[in-house]
């Protein structure tokens, strides 16, 4: 029993990363579906932001009111940079993607996270190839597997699988609950642009991260 209590103990990471992993997949579901119904993409971010402002702004006021740090012109300037390539950016360029290709297309070109953070990196000096060493080497390979992986995604037209048909289209019947099916705006498909809105998204993520660890400036 003990056992069974540590493996479990032991598993709370795992199962917390799926659960992350399993919302945002029905964010990206539930955003296709508000945006193929007539919803602006830019609307829709600016809400996201409003909502996420009023519940993290009181929380960050009760739990860090003793310990914030001085408020330096650097200071904002690296949190405007953060809300604008984390944030905003980041998410119009993402979203915009989702838009033009699918949920799951989107979702695989954030596979691309790792490989541009790692390539910004290295323009940063934040990290060296070191090619003649192991490390080095695995790096770069994982870098070139992710942007080969991507590019797969966005040029190879296979043949489609239907694996698990339930006969549920999610369109129609959001539609039908909005009132009118004819609400519904389908968005012409383009992997090529999604292809280059996904990626530009991805950099802009590595930037977010780059300059939370990095004074560009500095």
Known sequence: MKNLSDLMHGMKPVLLMILV???F???????????????????LIAYRYMFA??????????VERKNRPKLTPMIVLQGFLCGLFGGALNQL??????????ATFASAMGNLVPAATFILAVIFRMEKLSLRTMAGKL????????????MTLTFYKGV???IWNTHIDLMKIVGRGGGSSASVQPHSSNHLLGAVLGGLSCVSYGLWLI???????G
């Open 25 to 43: 997949a029905g964010v990206n579901v539930s955003v296709k579906l508000a945006v193929s119904h007539g919803m602006s993409l830019k609307v």
């Open 160 to 162: 489609e699988f239907d």
């Open 93 to 102: 360029l993402y979203l915009g993607c989702l838009v033009v290709t699918s």
């Open 21 to 23: 992993q399993l919302t």
């Open 53 to 62: 402002t009023a519940f993290v702004l009181p929380v960050a006021l009760i």
């Open 139 to 150: 790096k770069l390979a994982g870098a070139a597997v992710g942007i080969l992986g991507a």
């Open 211 to 217: 300059i939370q660890v990095y004074d560009v400036f």
